[in-house]
């Protein structure tokens, strides 16, 4: 089950925009995040939430999508996130936050995924910008977005070929294909 689960998490990045995501729903979601491993148990991750179709217009502009297509510049409205989760860093805590928010962002997509939903962790952000939108103050460290919807695309994985090409691609029917390193490839010992 597992397995299927991390087949099935892919990064999502067009969505049905007009299936709404409800506040609770991102609530249990970063409930699963802070009942994740922490480096030191210092749990230094703070989250901004949003699932309101104003809030969310303020968030898409300062995200940037799939650096692979030049010409791709992100979802179309009516294809973008209906919520997304900000993942931010509390410098009072700790600092830097390691690996925290990775593993915190995994969990709430494999998450999402068991609610039939999915998403895009997003590290290139114009950070400025987002911080002044969301009015996040400085104590905060936004650190990752997490792009959420109904996905309305399908994601393939593939095996990396021999020219060694891992850039993820999309074919004319729109399907999004993802080399992986094979197994032998990424074992140097066993
Ligand atoms: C740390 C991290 C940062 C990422 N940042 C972005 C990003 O800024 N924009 C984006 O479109 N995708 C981003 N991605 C998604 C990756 O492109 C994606 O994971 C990769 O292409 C493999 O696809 P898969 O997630 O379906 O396995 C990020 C993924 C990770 C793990």
New binding site residues.
Partial sequence: MIRDLILK?????RFYQEVGIELETLRELVDLARLSASGANRQPLKYVLSCAPQKNALIFPH??????FKDWP?PSEGERPSAYIIVLGDTEISQPFGADY?IA??SILLGAVDKGLGG??????EKDGLRKVLGIPPRYEIL??L?LGKPKET?V?ETVGPNGDIK?WRDSEGT?H?P?RSLDDIIIEN
């Fill in positions: 998490n892919r990064s999502y990045r995200l940037s999508w799939a650096s692979y992100g990775g962002a995994q895009c962790m997003i590290v290139s952000i990752l977005a792009a994601v994985i993820y999004h993802v992986k």
